[in-house]
């Protein structure tokens, strides 16, 4: 017998902050660096908890370079070599803290992921990441992983849900990504009908990691830097994004020009067609591609475009009181609506 979950659950556009009172002068007065101990490993981390997906359209070392300046975060993909990573290493010792080496779960990642992490001592975050984070096979890999790497901190997911964040925490994980399919190159909710409300998944998993002292990522569903002041609203220790960062010089995919003159870059979901064929030669036949390929603007240099993001979540901080990026969960209170934006002019291209 099937059952049903009456209980409604929200995306970041089903709702808006409360602005509440607040003493702050300025937006400057903001801090957003957090100083996070882990459950597992013991380490700490202290920087701006945003992150750069580890797809390879948007987890580049280039983004990484930019991103290090700032302390944020970058999760780099898993297709760089062991020879690519020694010379980002030596070209970028400051913020090897602020990147993580990416692994999926087959024997030869595994093997990969050693040789990376003997290579360059320096990088102590490792990234698990798979689309279904419920199977045994992968808690037996975070089992494993935290078994091989006693002192590294370990990101793993996704998962949706809160009994599966406290199954991975229990497992070896410090973090956990949440979010199953509300990415912008994403098609896993329309070739299989499984998902759950970003902003809901947010808050309930957020809840669970907390108590057993572990932490979580909300990974993807971003739009705009509001969204992202929404994820750490509703609880995020970090907030993930791809699509955001996508279009940029730092930015992979390829860049094209158009018969006017307009430039595009490719940005794809790494469940693609597209990226299954660039590194897997194919699709194999008994699965279906849950992501799906697209150009977008040419953006051109990220930091502009990090220090908007950045911008917008000061600035949320300040309507709602928050001194600290830390104190925004507590002094958030998230309004339900219908609309969220004015859109008369929302077809019509603008300048800032």
Known sequence: ????????????????????????????????????????SRRTYQGIPLIASNMDTVGTFEMA???????????????????????????????????A????????????????????????????????GYTQQFVDIVRKTRNTYPQHTIIAGNVVTGEM???????GADIIKVGIGPGSVCTTRI?????????????????????????IISDGGCVCPGDVAKAFGAGA??????????GHDESGGELTIKSDGTKCKSFYGMSSLTAMKKH?????????????????PYRGKVNDTLLDILGGLRSACTYTGAH???ELPRRSTFIRCTQQVNPVYSNIAAKE
């Open 65 to 99: 370079a930019v991103f290090g300046k700032h302390g944020v975060f970058t999760t780099i993909h898993k297709y760089y070599e062991v020879d690519e990573w020694l010379v980002f290493a030596n070209e970028n010792p400051t913020i090897l803290d602020h990147v």
């Open 101 to 132: 080496v990416s692994c999926g779960i087959s024997e030869a990642d595994f093997q990969k992921l050693g040789k990376i992490l003997a290579a360059v001592p320096g990088v102590s975050f490792i990234c698990l990441d798979v689309a279904n």
């Open 237 to 246: 220790d970090y907030v993930m994004l791809g699509g955001m960062l996508a």
């Open 280 to 296: 897997s030669g194919g699709k194999a036949e008994y699965r279906a591609a849950e992501g799906k390929a697209v150009e977008v």
């Open 324 to 326: 600290k990026l830390k």
């Open 165 to 171: 964040v406290e199954e991975l925490i229990l497992s």
């Open 1 to 40: 017998m099937s059952n049903i979950i009456n209980e409604v659950k929200l995306d970041f556009k089903d709702v808006l902050l409360r602005p509440k009172r607040s003493t702050l002068k300025t937006r400057a007065e903001v801090d957003l660096y957090r100083h996070i101990m882990f459950r597992n």
């Open 191 to 215: 070739k299989t009908g499984v998902g759950y409300p970003q902003l809901s998944a947010v808050i309930e998993c957020a809840d669970a990691a907390h108590g057993l002292q572990g932490h």
